[in-house]
């Protein structure tokens, strides 16, 4: 079954940090670009991040400025989202999302920062 499914979020303080994980499975994980995008409540889609199919180049959105870090392990068909320095308006449901035409998604995992 080609699927994902991510876990790692939660309640955080401002501040604080979280790893998100996205494991997958039903498709040759290491030769897919690999996404996050994330929904904050009541707003539309907001891509965050983006991966080659070997890890060895990232992308990230303007608005991250530096504090959030996505990873890969191809063996262990697993993408990652490191978030440091959470900040409320960091709180969104966030999914991966498999290729640069984001044609498969994740159920997303609720990350809510608050004090």
């Known amino acids: 079954q080609v699927q994902l499914v991510e876990s790692g979020g939660g309640l955080v303080q401002p501040g604080g940090s979280l790893r998100l994980s996205c494991a997958a499975s039903?498709?040759?994980?290491?030769?897919?670009?690999m996404n996050w995008v994330r929904q904050a409540p009541g707003k539309g889609l907001e891509w965050v991040s983006a991966?080659?199919?070997?890890?060895?180049?990232?992308y990230y959105a303007d608005f991250l400025k530096g504090h959030f870090t996505i990873s890969r392990d191809n063996a262990k068909n697993t993408l990652y989202l490191q978030m440091n320095s959470l900040k409320p308006e960091d709180t969104a449901v966030y999914y991966c999302?498999?290729?640069?035409?984001?044609?498969?998604w994740g159920q997303g995992t609720l990350v809510t920062v608050s004090s």
């Open positions: 999302a498999k290729d640069r035409c984001l044609e498969l």
């Open positions: 039903g498709f040759t994980f290491s030769s897919y670009w």
């Open positions: 991966i080659n199919s070997g890890g060895g180049s990232t």
